[in-house]
């Protein structure tokens, strides 16, 4: 294959994906996407449509029952554990359950992802400076992320996902407990990261962060695209 090909295949390849959780709960059925490499693509649908699932596929937290899944031209399903755990160094996740450590600082949180990659201290002090002063979190930076609100504790969750600038990230209701000023913040650094090169995904039922862009927008409804 040419360098020019690779480089223009698709980021993210879903071919006739179907995920069905136990006993006999059908979350996606043969669903297919594919995600161009630096494209924002905006997946929507009502709670319980597949969204969260499909996220997850895409980050190797579950595998598919049926189909193919590929990830920066690797095919997920053939992944050995170790493999798993480099790919999922180029993918930045913003979960919905935020899945922060309650007891560790706001600046630890968003750090981690930095210190598990040996980055220098400068570098990460540097890089959590940048981020919590965008997102206006910077006076937090030595609270306990359990002590903050559900709105700052998103906020956190978003820096994280958001600091190694990964080549892939994924974010599952991003805007789901700010509000309006604060939404226009995590836009703005998704644009800024898309900027500079990161394929973002965002699962998201708020009509109000797409609307009017130039963005692609693909809609599942019972785990099928609409």
């Given amino acids: 294959m040419t360098e020019s090909t690779t480089e223009n295949r698709a980021f993210v390849d879903v071919v006739k994906v179907t995920k ?15 995600v161009d490499r630096g494209e924002i693509l905006f997946l929507t649908g009502m709670s319980g449509a597949g969204k969260s699932t499909l996220l997850k596929l895409l980050c190797c937290m579950e595998r598919p029952n049926k189909g193919l899944i590929e990830v920066a031209g690797r095919d997920t399903g053939k992944l050995k554990k170790n493999e798993i755990q480099e790919l999922r160094q180029q993918i930045g996740i913003a979960y919905q359950d935020f899945k922060i450590l309650p007891r560790h600082t706001v600046f630890q949180n968003v750090a981690m992802p930095m210190e598990v990659m040996y980055k220098p201290a400068r570098e990460i002090r540097d890089r959590v400076s940048e981020l919590l002063d965008s997102l206006q979190m910077s006076h937090k930076k030595d609270l306990p992320a359990g002590k903050l609100s559900r ?59 797409y609307e009017g862009t130039s963005h692609r927008m693909v809609k599942l409804e019972h785990g099928l695209f609409n």
């Fill in 151 to 209: 709105g700052e504790q998103q906020r956190v969750a978003i820096a994280r996902a958001a600091v190694n600038r990964p080549a892939l990230l994924l974010a599952d209701e991003p805007t789901g407990n700010l509000d309006h000023e604060v939404t226009k913040m995590v836009m703005n650094l998704f644009l800024d990261l898309n900027n500079s090169g990161s394929t973002i995904i965002i699962a998201t039922h708020d009509t109000s962060i």
């Fill in 20 to 34: 069905v959780y136990s006993p006999d709960i059908v979350a996606l059925q043969n669903i297919s996407l594919s």
